[in-house]
């Protein structure tokens, strides 16, 4: 792998991904939530509260809601948004995790306490369900309730409701996609923007011929650490029920119109497996005639951050795509 200099010396941290998380999921869970529990998150300036959704069968999907302790209004100095003074923009979070893990321990979510802090914004945590006990539609459809919900409750939320957007990374980059297309197509709630980091959009990575972009067996993804092809199917095979093919709410590169969404962000990392369906799908979201913003991040792999936050690739990366989030929901400030 051509690997960013500052990230080589990292690559010994690396887990490889021979392993099948899916063979003990409770397992790998547990792993993830003490991984968390060992490095409790910042939660300076920032107070949140649980809410459970009820569902259609009586079940409830639980959010975590966080906002500014201060209770800033949300206009950085400068800006002119014609809110009403104390409404925030709202940011919805799905997490990653291959649709099975990454769940945050609750009041722990690090991405939404980072964007409620520096956006700032009211972030909603969505603690979707997870495969592959419940598989697709279950994920998406959670998500989706969580916007409805959010848009409804607007006004007791102190959210402005025209300045709604959702966001994720891998797995939770997908749902953002799908949230999108499925709003669209049920007639709301209007999303202001979609913003998608390392998006897992397409079930068919790592099929061959290469009928999914321009995935090939030597390409990036292949090194068995990080998110490889590998992992990635046993995915996509724990997320979608089986015996049935993806459809565009599932993964959106099914889609064959991406006509009508919201502006949109995508990063992709130079060494993932999705790099290409993630770089495809940009490209296929401008034909379409919507506003794409694309970032690559050379020499690095899927999560990298995770392993080296401090780093001044990683530091660029998080600037680039919360600042480009942060004036979408704040036009005009830098």
Known sequence: MQVHPELVPFLPSLPLSSANPYEDIEATRD????LLAARPADRSGVRSERYDIPRGDGSALTVEVYRPQDGADGSPEGAETGSPRGLLPAVLHFHGGGYAIGRS???QDRTALALCRELPAVTIAVEYRLAPEHRYPAGVEDCHLA?????KRAAELGIDPERIAITGKSAGGGLSAAVALMARDRGGPAIAYQSMCVPDVDDRVGQEPADAGSVAASGPGA????ASRRTVRLAWEHYLPEGTAADAYAAAARATDLSGLPPAYVLVCDLDALRDTGLAYARRLMDAGVPVTVRNVPGAWHGFEMYAPETRVAKEMTAHWTGHLREALYPGTE
């Open 31 to 34: 792993g993830f939530r003490a």
């Open 105 to 107: 321990l609750p009041g």
């Open 147 to 151: 916007l409805e919900w959010t848009a």
């Open 223 to 226: 090194d068995l650490r990080a």
